[in-house]
Nanobody, 119 residues
Framework: VQLVESGGGLVQAGGSLRLSCVTS????????MAWYRQAPGKQRELVAT????????NYADFVKGRFTISRDNAKNTMTLQMNSLKPEDTAVYSC?????????????WGQGTHVTVSS
């Protein structure tokens, strides 16, 4: 399984961005996917998760009501719609997938995409 993110950039506070994560390879083996972020000088933190069927979405408290995670398995794409962005949302956002093949569990990361929110 391989992941490639896109959609980052510079936006003013209050604006919106849409991140995409395109999956390839053995996508049938994916159990769950997630978005993480890491701000400069801080540890990586979980932003949102979503189940293999595009259901069971969960969010960190700091993005609830502002961000929406979704999956389109027909297009092998996971997205993160980010609204009402704040300067503290500035970070490198990475998508993550957990998958299972032959009874073994694996984890893969994308390369990350930069999001900068100006005040």
């Amino acid at each position: 399984v391989q992941l490639v993110e896109s959609g980052g950039g510079l936006v003013q506070a209050g604006g919106s961005l849409r991140l995409s994560c395109v999956t390839s390879g053995d996508t049938w083996s994916i159990i769950s996917m997630a978005w993480y972020r890491q701000a400069p000088g801080k540890q990586r933190e979980l932003v949102a998760t979503i189940g293999s069927g595009g259901d069971s979405a969960n969010y960190a408290d700091f993005v609830k009501g502002r961000f929406t995670i979704s999956r389109d398995n027909a297009k092998n794409t996971m997205t993160l719609q980010m609204n009402s962005l704040k300067p503290e949302d500035t970070a490198v956002y990475s998508c993550n997938a957990e998958f299972s093949i032959a009874g073994r569990d694996f984890e893969v990361w994308g390369q990350g995409t930069h999001v900068t929110v100006s005040s």
